[in-house]
């Protein structure tokens, strides 16, 4: 039987991969309720930190591997660069690793310039993994092709070996810089048209501004929340809602960076419902009375009647439901609850529901496909090359408008800003203008 010393890297870090996340699944089960809120949630966080990076580190080795022990076999090792870039390939996994702790750490009014340079090489890391591996396979499906019996010669070998990392690499660079540059571009303003089955001709027009996956945290601060305000301040929208991810961290720590969400001043309402990583904070209740202090109601399975301003008997209910995570993180007196949600919401009146999860929304149309609109978020568009094809095949819905069935509308925003990594590849940042149409 093989000993545990005996496994190879790759293995050890899997084996503790595997008993990070027993412990988690642990720690929901059997702790939750024994523990208090503030050391489930660093219990928690911590867990998270290194169950990810416990799998990071497979892919680490890969990367040293590709990118540093094959030139120390080459005549590259001798070269006044080969130290250097040593230095610089162990630099960047150490930072791409310790991401993930500077939610424990360094969390502030506005960001670290060391959280933007860790979750910075995330991104790049993440793309490096994705070139490695894709690169490796067709070297791999070439070998195939070419039959085992065919021969080259030893200095063709070694130059189509040394290709392999030197062309990810170069590809990483130039991706991770066009993905910065786009994130750090404004939210784009993108105005859909929705008709509303039973929408009074009163609120015909009626304008409703959506934002989603803001992630205040580690990345974006007080300075993109202002900016997002005072372009939702120009469109003048009837209604704002948030559904969810507003933050990735407690209220109290980041509080100051909040304080731009005061200004918002609809005049039918600013509305919130949680996201997943609302109750990762563990904060969620400290949220709800700090978005109350600045006007904003979350709607914590319930919903309001948005009256016409023009008559007082035309109205439509506007819902909203917590979040599916806090169902599978047993959050007390927390968890999706369509039912009561949708209490009083009949379908002789238009009905808006705000679910922050693609899947929560399949879900309550399963239920109620008397509702007319959901809003959505999560999805951040997939955010950057190449999660985009995970998001879009994890989620019933991925981004944009989606029409079901006969009356029933969906729409998903690809996200406001993002979660930690600044780069956006192959989506865009947005806000988006709901203009509610009556039939």
Known sequence: MISFKQLPLEAKAAVAAGVVFFSMMLSRSYLAEQLELRTRRWLLR????????????IGSLHVWRSTVT?????????????????????????????????????????????????????????????????????????????????????????????MKPVLAVVLTVVLTIVGLLNASQPPTVNSVEVPVHKLPSTMNNLKVVLLSDIHLGPTVGKTKLAMIVRMVKALKPDITVIVGDLTDSEAEIIRPAVEPLGELNSPLGTYFVTGNHEYYTSDVSNWFELLKSFNIRPLHNENVKIVSPKSTDDWFCLA?????????????GHGMDLKKALRDCSSERAIVLLAHQPI????????????????????????????????????????????????????????????????????????????????
Request: positive net charge; hydrophobic residues 50%; proline residues 4%.
């Open 46 to 57: 911590l867990q998270m930190a290194l169950f990810a990076n416990a799998l990071m580190l």
């Open 70 to 162: 094959t030139f120390s076999r080459s005549s590259a090792a001798s070269s006044f660069c080969f130290m250097p870039w040593k230095i610089a390939v162990f630099m960047f996994l150490a930072l791409a690793h310790s991401s993930f702790f500077t939610l424990l750490f360094l969390v502030a009014e506005e960001p670290y310039f060391f959280s933007l340079a860790a979750y910075t090489c995330l991104g790049a890391y993440i793309i490096l993994i994705f070139f490695l591996f894709t690169l490796g396979s067709v070297e791999q499906a070439y070998k195939f092709l070419a039959g085992r019996g065919a021969k080259a010669g030893t200095g063709n070998k070694n130059s189509r070996t040394a």
């Open 320 to 332: 909203g439901v917590d979040d599916i995570e806090a169902d599978v993180l047993r959050y007390s």
């Open 360 to 439: 929560a929304a399949k879900w309550a149309l399963q239920e109620r496909p008397d509702i007319n609109l959901i809003l959505s978020g999560h999805t951040h568009g997939g955010q950057i090359f190449p999660l985009n094809a995970g998001a879009y095949f994890l989620n019933p819905f991925f981004v944009g408008l989606y029409k079901v069935g006969q009356n029933t509308f969906v729409y998903v925003s690809p996200g406001t800003m993002y979660f930690g990594i600044p780069m956006r590849l192959g989506s865009r940042a947005e806000i988006t203008e709901i203009i509610l149409r009556s039939p």
